[in-house]
């Protein structure tokens, strides 16, 4: 199956994601507020939200998400666009669950215990990789206890290698993704752990030409959700979704804004 992934925004983006913030909600959250609507109600279309920057979003709309987003509610004849919270992704889910916004462009499954007003498409959207970077000879990836023997780095805050990373050699956390691989430039550390798509394009700003080890450490479903006010909407956006899948358009979304980063 064909695989996209996501993580955490990229604080080096945070100026570029705030400005597409600001563009989208600057008149519709202001009417929602004066009004009592939502956001989407105010700008008449259906809103979701997410917490990921390049490859996925981008100024121009033209990211993974933003094109897939677009022409998935375009099938069921609705207009659709994808807001972005790139310092805050709790806010996001609350404003889902609260009805603020129409639902979460790509997330885990599960959601739903904790914000029981989000109902999750089940059609998947992408898989979300969790892998390690090297700057030196490759080695196979395929448990945790490979790393043992390395100098490792991740970001502070990521559940996913908090809990499984083991006490090797040494471990450094970092605060954000500049810091996560200015350790591997600099030598400093053997192993950055990260995500795939925004790891390969944050390492090309860098000048790092980095080994994406393989296999994944781990590999996470994702998946739309959408606020139970749309209940009748969660199985047609899944049918459309995987029409798109096996018409071929879903690949060349895949093609043109994901797939160019692994050559």
């Known amino acids: 199956m064909i695989t996209a992934r996501a993580s955490l ?8 994601a705030a400005t597409i913030v ?5 008149f519709t959250v202001c009417a929602a507020l004066g009004l009592g609507l939502s ?76 914000y029981p007003n989000l109902m999750r498409v089940p059609e998947e959207v992408a898989d979300n990789d969790f892998v390690a970077y090297t700057l030196g000879e490759p080695f196979v990836t395929d448990s945790w206890e490979s790393l043992s023997p390395y100098v490792v780095t991740y970001i502070i805050g990521w559940k996913v290698f908090e809990q499984n990373v083991p006490k090797g050699k040494e471990l450094t956390l970092v605060r954000d993704v500049d810091q996560l691989f200015g350790l591997l430039k600099s030598r400093r550390a053997d192993v950055a752990l990260y995500e795939r798509w925004q790891g390969l394009v944050k390492t090309r700003e860098m000048g790092i030409k980095v080994q994406v080890l393989e296999p994944p450490l781990v590999r996470t479903k994702m998946y739309m959700y959408l606020h139970k006010k749309h209940a009748a909407l969660v199985p047609r956006v899944a049918e459309a979704l995987a029409k798109m899948k096996r018409d071929g358009r879903y690949q060349r979304i895949f093609d043109a804004t994901l797939k160019p980063l692994a050559d």
């Open 39 to 114: 956001a989407a109600q105010a700008s008449n279309k259906i809103v979701l939200s997410t917490g990921v920057l390049p490859p996925y979003t981008n100024l121009e709309r033209s990211g993974f998400l933003d094109q897939l987003v677009v022409a998935v509610f375009r099938d069921v004849g609705l207009q659709a666009e994808i807001i972005v919270y790139p310092t805050a992704t709790e806010r996001g889910m609350l404003n889902a669950n609260e009805g603020v916004d129409d639902g979460l462009a790509m997330r885990v499954a599960g959601l739903e215990k904790q």
């Open 22 to 26: 600001i563009r989208i909600l600057s």
């Open 9 to 16: 925004a990229e604080p080096g983006h945070r100026s570029i």
